[in-house]
């Protein structure tokens, strides 16, 4: 008859096989112990009963990534910029075959209304190109029969268009006034919270710095990540400052006239408006941290 001490010592052996054998200690024991118990497990099935085991699964895109994949499962667009911003925007042109990307205070709604009567959708808003799958969201982005175009204007330009269309309320407690504070300091104004005098342009630069790029309302984001302009390829990149020149380029390339579509209205003095505004060194450094992607991605000069 064996002692209790004995018996102790036996259970922890048991014990200690059982541990091995279930959980092995290496990646070449853990596939070793698999692969038995599949073989065990095939071998008792019942007779006239095949038992097939099934690979391990794998995810969608590793099996993309592998070079023997074939090429129509590989997409040439990554996953994360087929959801990005700039397709959160873009407009599509499914008749004409073209792909539109608006930009706020680039003369976006006079061009939107155009080109719908151009596709023959009157009134109707073209649709976005977020709303197609993510296979045909990337033919839209890499073909080369879809003609992608963008207007652009100076970043200054239209950070200061931005600016007097917010000082454009006569009222500082009208909704309108209040929504656009509420936008230029990044938070709604609380109902108790009042303007007591009209938003200077270097409080407005001021406030605008402040807030991240992500954060920023549509008016003022960069151009550049509106339309993600540095990783979409654009056939044509027009001008605000040309448009009558750059839209007759987009009518050639559509084979189609966008009419009535007025230019652009500027003052004449609006290139003096403009140097005078951004006179100081301090609010051009202001606004060159908000808007040196632009220059550099456009071409524009932050000297006038």
Known sequence: MMRPGWVHLAFIGLSLILFVRIFPRSPHEHSLYAAKRSH????????????????????????????????????????????????????????????????PGVASNALLRALGRAEGVGNEELPLLSEYALRDRERFLVRPDIFRFVFVRHPFARLLSAFYAGRAFS????????????????????????????????????????????????????????????????????????FEQDIAEVERRLSRKLQPLEPPSFSSNASQTLTEMFNSRKRRSKAMKLYDIDLKALGYTSVF
């Open 40 to 103: 065990f497990f095939a071998s008792h099935a019942p007779r006239g009963r095949q038992t097939k085991v099934a690979p391990p699964r794998q995810k969608r895109e590793a099996i993309w990534a592998r070079p023997d994949a074939p090429a129509e499962l590989v997409l040439a667009v990554s996953r994360d910029l087929l959801s990005s911003l700039p397709v959160h925007r873009l407009r599509v042109l499914p008749r004409l075959g073209a792909l539109f990307c608006p930009i």
């Open 171 to 242: 009222e500082l407690d009208s909704p309108g006034y209040r929504e656009f504070m509420g936008r230029v300091r990044g938070r709604p104004l609380a109902p108790d919270e009042h303007e007591l005098q009209p938003l200077s342009f270097l409080f407005f630069l001021t406030f605008l710095s402040k807030q991240r790029r992500s954060e920023l309302w549509d008016r003022f984001v960069p151009q550049s990540d509106l339309c993600g302009l540095q990783s979409f390829k654009y056939a044509f990149v027009g001008r605000l400052e040309q």
